[in-house]
DNA sequence: GCATTTGCTTGATAAATATCAAAATTTTGT
DNA sequence: ACAAAATTTTGATATTTATCAAGCAAATGC
């Protein structure tokens, strides 16, 4: 593992305010693990052993039914998941595979636990980190409940822009990924991009040219209260 | 307010675990207020100056975005909420609104973040209470995204069924509320509950009976990472 | 370079869901 | 008890979304 790496988890908002003992005790019963692409990490109803870290890469949090699939999130680096069944030392609600190839740190869920009960700063982190967290699914769960796919991707491609700071965005993953993320088909995502042609949206391979913004915006009507400024 | 009312307050499991001194320190700034059916007690968007507590009746949050909205989820007594806001301070992501004439506790936001600092059960209580929401909204969004609408009723009926125990449940709402919660329309329920018939659902008003649980449990392939046994 | 796989798109069709209008039923108020 | 209001149901239709099949295109392997 890289100084680097050490620093950058010692960085996040998680671990932050941590005393530098409590830190040193939780990061020394971590290890760092390297994944190709594709792999599956955790899987839905197994016990939650290890906080994840995804240092390097990106990872699909996915949920499973009656062999029906959906993606729920994509992780980039630095990012924790999933705090939550850590925490109620419970069964993992989603599973989790990886998009690329990917480094992640796995930090024993008992160490965290038993970390946290000791360091108070640790615990204020973890309160807001897992608020964070229960806003963001409320805002996904709105998104999903209040528009219709093509008004959830117009929304997505403004977000984008808005991260990327650029007229031409590049989709981070591929589509049939960003149509699960969206809660739609494959085909439909395609479809959806039809759609919205008309508001200056061309799209190339993996990056879309959103010519006329505010036709977009007009479109898409953004909504602080759905669409998570970050991520 | 009632001695009764103090005591359901103190024995959540948000509030069991902290130190009397502090409890009083939180108590003696809240105030209790009714409400008649159908008020709204915030809004999304608005900034979190309480923390609300359900002492009696039923409240139902519900979301909203371009004219459309929908129920989130429906709180009966004792029980809290927004937590998540009123933590990070930030506005409602959920309007709130009676389904019935209620009793709400209302606890100023600033005096929760300035004990929960203090106490360090309130604060691990805080992490449960928040990790277990968090893990209801992912499940809601499971169901939203895995399931069709039918199947959406079908399991919310045997859950239902699990929690009264009998024969013959009670829908503790009127059905357009069921609808929206369930994420469809009332015509569409009412549709629903005709295709679930041949799986031995019978509407009587508020009251259906559901001879034939085996069939029903088949269509409906129950899940633990999806169907919360409380609430 | 060419074949093969993989990802994406397009078209035709089906299923799920929403909308609009009206009828039926229940609840509410007096 | 009865009129009025609100809720629910039903029918007809439109929209949205999914499915299935085929075609196209870009990436991959040899």
Not at 6 to 12: N, T
Not at 158 to 172: A, G, K, M
Request: overall charge negative; some cysteine; hydrophobic content about 45%.
């Amino acid at each position: 593992m890289r100084p680097a790496d050490k620093s950058a988890v010692r960085h996040l908002d998680l671990f932050a305010g941590m005393s530098e003992e409590a830190f040193e005790a939780l990061f020394e019963t971590a290890y760092l693990q390297r994944f190709p692409q594709g792999v599956q990490l955790i899987g839905e109803g197994d016990p939650a052993d290890f906080l994840h870290v995804v240092l390097d890469g990106q990872v699909e949090l996915f949920a499973t039914w009656n062999g029906r699939d959906t993606a729920i999130t994509v992780l980039r680096p630095v990012s924790t998941f999933i705090l939550a069944a850590v925490l109620r030392d419970a069964v993992y609600l989603m599973s989790a595979r990886t998009l690329e190839a990917s480094r992640i740190l796995m930090i024993p869920a008992e160490k965290i636990r038993s970390v946290m009960l000791e360091d108070a700063a640790l615990a204020q982190a973890m309160i807001r980190e897992l608020a964070t967290c229960y806003r963001q699914t409320v805002m996904n769960l709105k998104n999903q409940k209040l528009r219709t796919s093509t008004e959830r991707l117009a929304n997505y491609l403004l977000r984008l822009h808005q991260q990327q700071q650029q007229e031409s965005v590049t989709l981070p993953f591929d589509k049939r990924t960003l149509a699960s993320l969206l809660g739609m088909t494959p085909e439909n995502l395609s479809r959806a991009f039809g759609t919205l042609k008309p508001y200056g949206v061309e799209v190339n391979g993996r990056d879309i040219h959103l010519t006329r913004l505010d036709e977009l915006e007009g479109f898409a009507k953004a909504d602080p209260l759905i669409d998570v400024p970050t991520n």
